[in-house]
């Protein structure tokens, strides 16, 4: 393969990673709290090579976009949302402990205080939140997440965190996040208030996205319309070349 060739398969394996997310962007418009994931792409050199020589286009990773969305009235006592950069903890189906800012919760078969794909919420402690049976929905959440129910009895707290590093989050589905340094210190998201009755919005601006899709899509297209031809003038080299007596 030629420096072209090269050079055109980096940059399509790269707008290939590029067109996946800001498809599962658009696919999230609509997911509460879901954060935009953007690809992070560097122009590299071939060791060694000088300045100004062929450069390629490396994977860097991802970064997550932790703005917050737009917060929708609900009226559901169960609904919350964060206002500030704090996360609420949950349970995996694995029992890991996972993060994220979808606040449409409900009340478990188990009693406990979970998302609506059955994830149990943490408290400030790590546990989950169990609420009595009879309960329903007559509770008072108040802005650090204390649950108390009509008579002012205290019967749980939602844990809210501070995350070191957002970008060490880890995606796993259902607007859940996994912190990918086991080490780190997660501690209390003290500077962010919870909003009962609300839920946020996905950060995603689908506008936006759909535009990347599209200059994605043409991009990929001269790339590979870049390889054909480089393909096209070595073939037409090799059968000049097989002519010459």
Not at 123 to 148: E, F, K, W, Y
Not at 216 to 224: F, H, K, N, S
Request: glycine share 12%.
């Amino acid at each position: 393969m030629s420096n072209a060739d090269y050079v055109s398969l980096s940059l399509a394996s790269a707008l290939q990673r590029s067109m996946d997310m800001a498809a599962n962007n658009m696919a999230n418009a609509s997911t509460a709290g879901y954060k935009t994931m953007q690809p992070l792409f560097e122009a590299v050199q071939p060791e060694g090579a000088e300045d100004g020589a062929t450069s390629y286009v490396e994977d860097r990773g991802t970064y997550l976009d932790a703005s917050q969305g737009a917060f929708i009235a609900t009226g559901n006592p169960l609904d919350i949302a964060l206002s500030g950069p704090g996360w609420l903890s949950y349970q995996t189906d694995a029992g890991a402990t996972a993060y994220g800012r979808d606040g449409r919760l409900t009340v478990n078969s188990d009693g406990q205080l979970s998302t609506l794909a059955g994830a149990p919420v943490l408290n400030p402690g790590g546990a989950p939140i169990t609420l009595p049976q009879a309960l329903g929905t007559d509770v008072t959440i108040s802005r650090d997440g204390s649950i108390t129910d009509a008579e002012g009895a205290e019967l749980g707290q939602i844990g809210i965190f501070r995350m070191p590093d957002v970008d060490m989050l880890v995606p796993i589905g259902n607007g859940l996040y996994l912190y990918g340094d086991a080490g780190a210190e997660i501690g209390p998201g003290t500077e962010t208030e919870l909003a009962q009755g609300f839920i946020e919005q996905s950060n995603v601006r689908p506008v936006i996205e759909l535009t990347r899709l599209m200059d994605i899509q043409r991009a990929y297209e001269r790339a590979a319309k870049l390889m054909g031809d480089s393909n096209d003038l070595t073939r037409q080299a090799i059968q000049r070349l097989g002519r010459v007596v």
